[in-house]
């Protein structure tokens, strides 16, 4: 109820589910998953809600995508975080994998014991992720009133807070 307010998330988005679409001529069709009475899992293309058209079309960062992933769920979210931060005064810090230039392709991925697995194997035993488009996010940011600072790699961020001197300092005592 007082500010400042920090919020962190690590892999935030992973434990969010996202949307498909893919744009074709001037059309956007969303992905999904369609159970066949033989208990096969077939990928179906179905063309995407008014809302989602319009909602979609209102970043800029996809306007030139063939293939895009939208996090709504994550931008609901994410929204309630931006009033808490814009009325108590506070940041976020979002740690997650992600991407600045998008390659028009599927990111998302399925993950088991540390190793890529098939998407529609393991179900409900298996980790489902995707990568996270930075310039989407930090657009979405700005369009709901909070500035963002440099979007930065993992690399880059454990550097800044002392690894490598760190790894140094613990090779020495082994």
């Given at each position: 109820k007082k500010g400042p307010i920090i919020f962190f998330g690590n892999e935030f988005f992973d434990a969010i589910p996202i949307k498909q679409f893919k744009r074709e001529k001037k059309s956007l069709y969303e992905k999904f998953f369609f159970l066949q009475k033989n208990c096969k899992i077939k990928e179906i293309f179905r063309k995407a809600s008014k809302e989602d058209i319009n909602y979609i079309n209102s970043f800029e960062s996809l306007k030139e995508l063939k293939f895009i992933e939208f996090p709504k769920i994550g931008f609901s979210e994410l929204k309630k975080m931006i009033k808490k931060i814009l009325d108590l005064k506070g940041c976020i810090l979002l740690i997650d994998y992600g991407y600045l230039k998008s390659s028009n392709q599927s990111t998302l991925q399925s993950v088991m014991r540390h190793k890529k697995n098939s998407i529609l194997k393991n179900l409900g035993k298996a980790d489902i992720t995707y990568h996270v488009n930075f310039n989407l996010l930090n657009e979405f940011?700005?369009?709901?009133?909070?500035?963002?600072?440099?979007?930065?790699?993992?690399?880059?961020?454990?550097?800044?807070?002392?690894?490598?001197?760190?790894?140094?300092?613990?090779?020495k005592k082994m």
């Open positions: 940011f700005l369009k709901n009133n909070l500035s963002t600072k440099k979007t930065i790699t993992q690399r880059e961020f454990l550097q800044s807070l002392g690894i490598n001197e760190r790894a140094e300092i613990i090779s």
